[in-house]
C-alpha cells in the first residue's frame, strides 16, 4: 500500500502500519512513518504519518517530538 502512486492508497497504508503497531514505540515502525512525514509529496499523506507516530508512541509521551 505504502509503494502505491495513488495517494489515497498510501494515506490508508499509513494507517495500516499505525494500527499494528499502537502503543508498542515499535522502532522499525517509527522510522517507515518518519520517512513519509518527511518525503511524501502529498500533504494529507504526510500528516497521516505523523498522526500515527503519535499512536506508536501512545504509551510514551514522552518520547513524541
Known amino acids: 500500500m505504502i509503494k502505491d502512486k495513488d495517494h489515497i492508497i498510501r494515506y490508508g497504508g ?7 503497531y499502537v502503543g508498542t514505540s515499535n522502532s522499525h515502525a517509527i522510522k517507515k512513518l518518519r520517512h513519509f512525514a518527511v518525503s511524501d509529496t502529498d ?13 506508536i508512541l501512545w504509551n510514551h509521551p514522552e518520547k513524541v517530538p
Open 14 to 20: 499509513m494507517y495500516a502500519i499505525g494500527m499494528a
Open 43 to 55: 500533504n494529507d499523506v504526510r500528516r497521516a504519518a505523523v498522526t500515527n507516530i503519535g499512536f
